[in-house]
C-alpha cells in the first residue's frame, strides 16, 4: 500500500473497502476460526496466541 497506508501500528490494513485502514480485530479473528475449523486444528488458537507462541520462539532463537 506504500505511502498511502494509514500506520497506526496495525499489522492488517484492508485491500476493498476502505483500503489501506486497519481491519478489526473481529474480522482477524473470525477468519482464523474458520480456517482452522477447515484445517482441522485447535478451534481455540486465536491470533493472541500466536503472538505468544512467535515471542517464546524468537526467545529460543535469541533474538
Do not use: C
Amino acid at each position: 500500500m506504500g505511502e498511502n497506508y494509514l500506520d497506526e501500528g496495525f499489522i492488517f490494513a484492508k485491500k476493498e473497502r476502505q483500503p489501506v485502514y486497519p481491519i478489526f480485530i473481529k474480522t482477524v479473528e473470525n477468519r482464523m476460526a474458520r480456517w482452522s475449523k477447515s484445517a482441522g486444528v485447535n478451534k481455540e488458537l486465536t491470533p493472541h496466541s500466536l503472538r505468544h507462541t512467535h515471542t517464546s520462539l524468537l526467545a529460543k532463537a535469541k533474538v
